[in-house]
């Protein structure tokens, strides 16, 4: 049997199971150029089939206003009378009274702006309680932008507007990113988990992640999509989503799982790209570590004085059709061990006279202040990266991911 704070674990996953797979597959339209007819009807069908929303109405602008979703709602909407009415909301904003006839018949609008433009209003109601309708608006705005942006893209193609089309893709890539990291790290009695990550650009290919797997057991893994830019970011959140989706069903063992892996990525990129990736499977009741690094950065476990560098595994994901060889590692890990994952930008930052703050320093500096909670010695890594770099700008994506097992 589940307790209260297992089963609302479990509805968080599952929550989070729907978006990932939601944004998977609207992504997915949209890097295969699907017509914008059927990026509407892939966008009906999330809000209505699988996050419960029984009526909506989606209003976009394209050089005037235009009504291409309207599910349970039979009034005729004047598009005429758009701006005058609807301009004024700038944030998700639930109304509880209108004098306008349209609005009369919601519960919710959530805008879509850019650059002080709207490009699209989603009109809301719902038989949904109020604790999952609250869950989800922030996410409807999200899946909002980027169709509202993608659609924005094709318009904007056909005029040739090339930069501000750039401009929008990275909208969309920067969206999608905010989905991949989970929001809610533990820190409690077992152990205490932080994160920290600087995108170099507006979007960035680094990824970490945490999958309570129930019973003390959790998946733990950090990666690092060769490349930069919106492929990069699109490769980066089908290769997570596919993570979660495989964990849902059921366990896998090391060889089989970076096997599959590596067969999505290869299908994905087409070898044009490669992901170096790193994931663990701890059991906090046996403290013990399963682990395969895939050609990642070597994370580390401390404890005390003593190192120890998780270096066992294969070569990065994509890299090749078949991984020639896999190597699952093994530890042990003692009361009070801290265990730190990162990416290259954090090591391979360099300072004024072109030398890398490396691995030894980060070492180091987390010797120093392991003591502390995770959070304060991340933001004192971060600190001591600011001190390194000086005048100069971060060149790539940077994560570190903190762990300390009590």
Same mark, same amino acid.
């Given at each position: 049997?589940?307790?209260?704070?297992?089963?609302?674990?479990?509805?968080?996953?599952?929550?989070?199971? +729907?978006?990932?797979? @939601?944004?998977?597959?609207?992504?997915?339209?949209?890097?295969?150029?699907? &017509? *914008?007819? #059927?990026?509407? %009807?892939?966008?009906?069908?999330?809000?209505?089939?699988?996050?419960?929303?029984?009526?909506?109405?989606?209003?976009?602008?394209?050089?005037?206003?235009?009504?291409?979703?309207?599910?349970?709602?039979?009034?005729?909407?004047?598009?005429?009378?758009?701006?005058?009415?609807?301009?004024?909301?700038?944030?998700?904003? +639930?109304?509880?009274? @209108?004098?306008?006839?349209?609005?009369?018949?919601?519960?919710?609008?959530? &805008? *879509?702006? #850019?650059?002080? %433009?709207?490009?699209?209003?989603l009109l809301l109601a719902s038989n949904l309680d109020s604790e999952n309708e609250t869950s989800y608006f922030s996410f409807v705005q999200t899946l909002t932008n980027i169709i509202?942006?993608a659609v924005e893209n094709n318009r904007l193609g056909a005029q040739h507007i090339i930069k501000e089309r750039i401009s929008k893709e990275l909208e969309v890539a920067s969206e999608?990113?905010?989905?991949?990291?989970?929001?809610?790290?533990?820190?409690?009695?077992?152990?205490?988990?932080?994160?920290?990550?600087?995108?170099?650009?507006?979007?960035?290919?680094?990824?970490?992640?945490?999958?309570?797997?129930?019973?003390?057991?959790?998946?733990?893994?950090?990666?690092?999509?060769?490349?930069?830019?919106?492929?990069?970011?699109?490769?980066?959140?089908?290769?997570?989503?596919?993570?979660?989706?495989?964990?849902?069903?059921?366990?896998?063992?090391?060889?089989?799982?970076?096997?599959?892996?590596?067969?999505?990525?290869?299908?994905?990129?087409?070898?044009?790209?490669?992901?170096?990736?790193?994931?663990?499977?701890?059991?906090?009741?046996?403290?013990?570590?399963?682990?395969?690094?895939?050609?990642?950065?070597?994370?580390?476990?401390?404890?005390?004085?003593?190192?120890?560098?998780?270096?066992?595994?294969?070569?990065?994901?994509?890299?090749?059709?078949?991984?020639?060889?896999?190597?699952?590692?093994?530890?042990?890990?003692?009361?009070?061990?801290?265990?730190?994952?990162?990416?290259?930008?954090?090591?391979?930052?360099?300072?004024?006279?072109?030398?890398?703050?490396?691995?030894?320093?980060?070492?180091?500096?987390?010797?120093?202040?392991?003591?502390?909670?995770?959070?304060?010695?991340?933001?004192?890594?971060?600190?001591?990266?600011?001190?390194?770099?000086?005048?100069?700008?971060?060149?790539?994506?940077?994560?570190?991911?903190?762990?300390?097992?009590?």
């Open positions: 049997m589940y307790t209260t704070r297992e089963q609302d674990l479990v509805y968080q996953n599952e929550v989070k199971e +729907i978006k990932l797979l @939601s944004l998977l597959e609207i992504t997915n339209a949209i890097n295969e150029n699907a &017509p *914008v007819e #059927h990026l509407m %009807k892939i966008f009906t069908f999330i809000l209505k089939e699988q996050l419960g929303f029984s009526k909506f109405v989606l209003l976009m602008n394209q050089n005037e206003w235009e009504n291409p979703v309207k599910i349970g709602y039979k009034g005729k909407i004047d598009l005429k009378l758009i701006d005058k009415e609807f301009n004024r909301f700038k944030e998700i904003t +639930i109304i509880e009274s @209108s004098k306008s006839k349209v609005l009369h018949q919601f519960q919710v609008i959530i &805008p *879509v702006f #850019h650059s002080e %433009k709207p490009l699209a209003f509202a942006v999608m990113q905010k989905l991949l990291f989970p929001s809610d790290l533990p820190s409690n009695r077992k152990m205490d988990i932080s994160a920290k990550y600087i995108p170099r650009h507006a979007i960035g290919g680094d990824y970490y992640d945490f999958i309570p797997l129930g019973d003390d057991e959790y998946i733990i893994c950090i990666a690092d999509v060769s490349g930069k830019g919106v492929t990069a970011a699109l490769l980066m959140a089908n290769f997570q989503a596919t993570i979660r989706t495989l964990f849902k069903y059921q366990r896998f063992e090391m060889p089989f799982l970076l096997e599959e892996l590596n067969k999505k990525v290869m299908r994905s990129a087409k070898g044009e790209k490669f992901i170096t990736f790193f994931i663990s499977h701890y059991n906090a009741f046996t403290r013990k570590m399963q682990y395969v690094n895939a050609g990642h950065n070597h994370p580390f476990i401390l404890n005390g004085r003593k190192v120890s560098m998780l270096d066992k595994g294969c070569i990065g994901l994509g890299m090749l059709d078949e991984i020639p060889n896999i190597e699952v590692g093994s530890v042990q890990l003692s009361p009070n061990s801290t265990f730190i994952l990162y990416t290259d930008g954090l090591v391979e930052l360099e300072n004024n006279e072109g030398e890398f703050f490396g691995v030894e320093q980060l070492i180091k500096t987390a010797q120093s202040y392991t003591a502390l909670k995770m959070e304060d010695m991340n933001n004192i890594v971060f600190s001591k990266l600011d001190d390194w770099r000086e005048d100069l700008n971060f060149v790539d994506d940077t994560a570190i991911f903190s762990c300390k097992f009590f």
